[in-house]
């Protein structure tokens, strides 16, 4: 069974974070975000895109990922019959866009199953109902400071710690959490792609603290350096920003670039890519696992059906709703013992609140397909 496109709404949104959240490539204070409502012949669905602002994390931002989904990715679908795996084929001679394009096939794929009465962690392959729970912390101005956050956190039991770091906040940080907390602690590091393959030697300093993984040392095109600094290093490498498709997973883990893949739908073109994203990842046995970007409780429960996956076994970049925003705009995904429940009602399980939504809403603007 297929859906035609009677229309879609893109509608813009601003949520304050809790707390500022700081990178090596930034300090977020708010979020502006873009969903997506699309209605269809039998039924309707929202997309969150998670492109930022500016064009930092990836070459794409969000009023570029509003203008191409107007001008092209909509017309594109215009008058089809269409189901969720139309889309991404439909779409392919638009090059790049993926966060847009993943946006307007999530919306799709929401309205599809919403009107087959269809779960996505179902249709997806899902085997786990409940994920467990990383968290990401952001670069801060004092290791006091830190050591209170990941205590915050470990007592509210998130299973995993990841650290942001950046020349000059690396190797200080990482020692004082892992004498604070232990080796048991799972910890990790996640560096935005702001090293060099210079650095080589520098970035050999963190072996010493059993990490389970350094994630996106170097730039996102720096495959070969990556081989080379996965050679220098005993803590294994973790790509992100570098794995734009399923394709260059496998390509990254067959020549050493990676042993483990973060996979995030938005950054890879969709949740079906997602999903062949984590199958590369399984057969060639490297770990996987879920990332985010400060999702809403929209773009977070599609989220939570990729961390089912079978092959996603490590905790997922997935945190309770009140972890980033005061109010998310659906009701509370909760962290239970360190897990967070997987929807499992039809589409994506949850849905806006209406007056939270439109407390957020700053501009809204209906398309037509036509």
């Known amino acids: 069974m297929k859906v035609r496109l009677e229309g879609v709404e893109l509608r813009r949104l601003g949520l304050p974070l809790r707390s500022p959240f700081r990178t090596s490539f930034g300090v977020e204070l708010w979020r502006d975000i873009l969903l997506l409502r699309v209605v269809a012949s039998d039924a309707e669905g929202w997309g969150e895109c998670v492109a930022l ?3 930092s994390f990836s070459s794409e931002y969000i009023d570029g990922a509003a203008d191409v989904i107007r001008r092209f990715l909509l017309p594109a679908l215009a008058g089809r019959d269409l189901t969720p795996e139309d889309v991404a084929p439909t779409l392919a001679r638009f090059r790049g866009h993926r966060m847009a394009k993943a946006a307007l096939e999530m919306a799709i794929l929401d309205a599809w199953l ?3 009465r269809r779960s996505y962690a ?3 392959g899902a085997t786990r109902t409940s994920v467990a729970a990383g968290v990401s912390i952001g670069i801060m101005d004092e290791i006091p400071e830190l ?3 990941v205590t915050e ?3 509210q039991g998130y299973q995993r710690i990841k650290l942001k770091i950046e020349p000059g906040w690396d190797i200080a940080p990482v020692r004082a959490v892992r004498e604070r907390f ?6 990790q590091v996640d560096a935005n792609g702001a090293y060099t393959s210079a650095d080589a030697d520098h970035l050999a300093g963190l072996d010493e603290f059993e990490l389970e993984m350094l994630e996106q040392p170097l730039a996102e095109d720096r495959c070969r350096d990556h081989v080379m600094l996965a050679r220098r290093l005993r803590t294994p490498i973790c790509l992100d920003e570098s794995i734009l498709s399923a394709r260059g997973a496998a390509d990254a883990i067959e020549v050493g670039a990676c042993s483990v893949v973060n996979i995030k739908a938005g950054r890879v073109g969709g949740y079906l890519e997602a999903r062949s994203t984590h199958d590369v990842c399984a057969a060639h046995g490297a770990p996987a696992f879920c990332g985010g970007m400060l999702e809403t409780g929209l773009g977070q429960a599609a989220n939570l059906a990729v961390a089912a ?7 997922a970049d997935i945190v309770a709703s009140d972890r980033s925003y005061e109010r998310d705009i659906i009701e509370p995904l909760r962290l239970e013992a360190g897990y967070i429940p997987v929807p499992d009602g039809h589409g994506l399980g949850v849905d806006p609140l209406p007056d939270v939504l439109k407390a957020a809403t700053t501009s809204k603007e209906w398309l037509s397909p036509t």
């Open 53 to 55: 602002p500016s064009p």
């Open 114 to 116: 919403r009107s087959r």
């Open 122 to 124: 179902g249709y997806l």
């Open 147 to 149: 050591l209170d956050t």
């Open 153 to 155: 956190y470990l007592e």
């Open 182 to 187: 232990g080796a048991a602690l799972e910890l």
């Open 309 to 315: 996956l079978p092959g996603c076994t490590l905790p």
